[in-house]
């Protein structure tokens, strides 16, 4: 039945048949419920019929759906429309592990212990479930295209406390991975996925299957019976401790393979990290044979038939064995014989290289003495390089031209920073090492520079009318530098800016000097106020070569008395002289005025007084 372009339980729409097998149909489609891509494995109709197939189908693929692993194909739903029995599954983009084998031949030991120890994962994960494959096969693995691998297809598995008994009348699985406790009908459990495990870790690591035959029979009984070729005798490149563990897998009985998936993915685990682990090591195909088929157990006759058929081609079979061993002598010994011819190349173009080695030395000691002599150098240099070369001047050249120019002598001319100058951007202000010093000579000798931004201009502020200590920090503030000068003013306040120099709005570059003119005051006007502080009871002038002592008594003149005798001359201050006990003798006295308002008195007389003697 074609069911593309067909709708299911009214969500799933199908849109594209994507795989064919034994017993059912896969088909690609959208779920319109979830919005998103799933697949759809569809029950063969002629299954359908088979009503104890049927229930197990259903009840199996529910238990399957409780799996939770990142390598197994998760299980949406379960349902049945129209006569067809389907199951719900996350769809995959990818290839299967088979068409992967066939493209490669065999894997490399590591790649398979890989995927080997991924399927363990989805099998420990399903088993602890209490669900069963019994199909395993490459067919039924999903690669991704990150390579991780998902177990798919459990439509046939079997939880587990329904699938521990006998079941003497048919058998399910494909022959060629089929247990031996399968072929013969009896009692599956978790060792049996392990066996089948086994034989797909086989097909990786060989590129081949352990056994075959013409017909699906024959290749069941020989599960049964007979024991594989050891994966090392094809492929010699698999540790011993890889064929162990395969042939622990695939060991006819059940008590003797590995307890557990985990087990199993235990020692895969040990081998990958180290291939010399030791583990606990004890002393031409039909169709049909492809196909997971519901099939009749393996019966004694069938057994007979099958013995006495190997019995009449016995001989084949050890003719065979014969050649083969033969064969494996022979390619032995011409690996051997082409190790030893690689071996003794390898001594002889050591020699050889030996050899031209010491001529070349030999050739540049006698280039070196020859250079020596020519030109006065050490030879030594040529082997030690302490050749000197001196270190150009760089300073207020371009920095790409000093690049360009120097690259072709070994120099590299590195920016170590900028900054703000009147030159023009992009010229060389410094250089390290200084020009002119004697360095090594070698490939790459640096040389680190300082490179100028350009001018890089700021607006100054107006600072008139300001206190002098608030413009001069804002000056340096805005990164300029402060010039204090001096100036009298009648209009402006002492220690307030007059003028400055360059005006408020003008463009200069960083760290520019701004002189400040600031006023000292108006010195007519504290020659007035010096007037006017000569008098007064705190300011008395002393006359020289006379000692004062004020007693209670004494007596101040206004300050308007002029002394006798005495000559006022312009600019001069009348100041007032102290008399003690109220009897002044005047003399010839003159007082100058000095520009700071400051009085100095001088008297020729004397000062007589109570407390006074009169000088000599």
């Not at 598995?157 to 013969?184: F, W």
């Not at 075959?212 to 050891?230: C, F, G, R, Y």
């Not at 049909?288 to 157990?297: F, H, Q």
């Not at 400051?598 to 003697?613: A, I, P, Q």
Request: charged letters at 25%.
């Amino acid at each position: 039945m074609d069911l593309v372009g067909k709708m299911l339980a009214g969500r799933y729409d199908i849109i594209e048949e994507v795989g064919k097998g034994g017993m059912a149909n896969v088909y690609k489609a959208q779920d319109h419920f979830l919005n998103r891509f799933v697949a759809i494995k569809v029950l063969k109709e002629e299954l359908s019929d088979d009503k104890e197939f049927v229930h197990r189908f259903n009840t199996e693929a529910q238990a399957a759906a409780r799996i939770s692993n990142p390598h197994v194909v998760s299980i949406y739903d379960v349902g049945f429309e129209n006569g067809l029995y389907y199951i719900v599954m996350e769809y995959i983009e990818g290839i299967t592990l088979k068409e992967y084998i066939e493209k490669k031949h065999n894997l490399s030991w590591r790649e398979a212990a890989e995927f080997a120890a991924q399927i363990c994962e989805g099998l420990d994960a399903a088993h602890k479930q209490s669900v069963i494959h019994r199909d395993i096969k490459p067919q039924n693995i999903i690669m991704t295209a990150d390579n991780v691998l998902k177990v798919t297809d459990f439509g046939i598995a079997r939880a587990t406390s329904q699938a521990t008994t006998t079941n003497s009348s048919s058998t399910i699985g494909t022959v060629h991975y089929l247990s031996p406790e399968q072929a013969r009908g009896g009692y599956t459990n978790e060792k049996t996925d392990i066996y089948s495990l086994g034989v797909v870790l086989y097909e990786m690591l060989t590129g081949r299957l352990p056994f075959n035959d013409s017909t699906a029979v024959a290749i069941a009984i020989k599960h049964i019976q007979e024991k594989p070729i050891l994966p090392r005798i094809l492929n010699s490149d698999i540790p011993e401790s890889m064929e162990y563990i395969v042939m622990k897998a695939m060991n006819k009985e059940q008590n003797l393979r590995y307890a557990s998936a985990e087990d199993f993915l235990a020692d895969l685990r040990k081998v990958i990290a180290n291939p010399n682990a030791k583990l606990n090591v004890k002393p031409v195909v039909d169709a049909d044979m492809e196909a997971t088929r519901k099939r009749s157990a393996i019966g004694d006759d069938e057994i007979e038939n099958y013995e006495r058929n190997r019995r009449a081609e016995s001989k084949e079979y050890k003719e065979y064995a014969e050649k083969m061993d033969k064969e494996m002598e022979e390619r032995r010994l011409r690996n051997l014989d082409r190790k030893q011819a690689i071996k003794a190349q390898k001594k002889k173009e050591r020699r050889i290289t030996i050899a031209a080695v010491l001529a070349a030395i030999l050739v540049i000691a006698g280039l070196g003495f020859t250079f020596s002599a020519l030109s006065g150098g050490s030879i030594t240099s040529l082997f030690t390089g302490t050749e000197k070369i001196d270190i150009p001047n760089v300073i207020d050249m371009k920095l790409t031209d000093a690049q360009k120019k120097y690259k072709s002598e070994g120099f590299s001319i590195v920016k170590k920073s900028e900054r703000a100058s009147d030159k023009e951007a992009g010229t060389i202000l410094e250089q390290d090492p200084p020009a002119g010093n004697s360095v090594t000579k070698k490939a790459d000798i640096i040389i680190n520079v300082v490179v100028s931004a350009g001018s890089q201009n700021k607006t100054v502020d107006d600072y008139s009318n300001m206190k002098s200590e608030d413009a001069k920090k804002k000056i340096e503030e805005s990164g300029f530098k402060a010039n204090i000068v001096e100036q009298e003013s009648s209009s402006v306040e002492k220690g307030f800016v007059i003028s400055q120099m360059p005006v408020s709005g003008t463009s200069v570059s960083e760290g520019a000097l701004i002189t400040l003119y600031v006023s000292t005051g108006d010195a007519k006007k504290d020659n007035d106020e010096s007037k006017e502080n000569t008098s007064g009871d705190d300011k008395v002038s002393k006359p020289s070569g006379a000692t004062s002592n004020n007693s209670s008594n004494n007596t101040t003149s206004n300050s308007n008395n002029t002394s006798s005798n005495g000559a006022s001359n312009a600019g001069t201050d009348n100041g007032s002289s102290q008399t003690n006990s109220g009897n002044t003798n005047s003399g010839n006295g003159t007082s100058n005025e000095v520009g700071s308002g400051t009085s100095d008195s001088t008297s020729s007389g004397e000062t007589s007084g109570d407390s006074l003697k009169p000088s000599n």
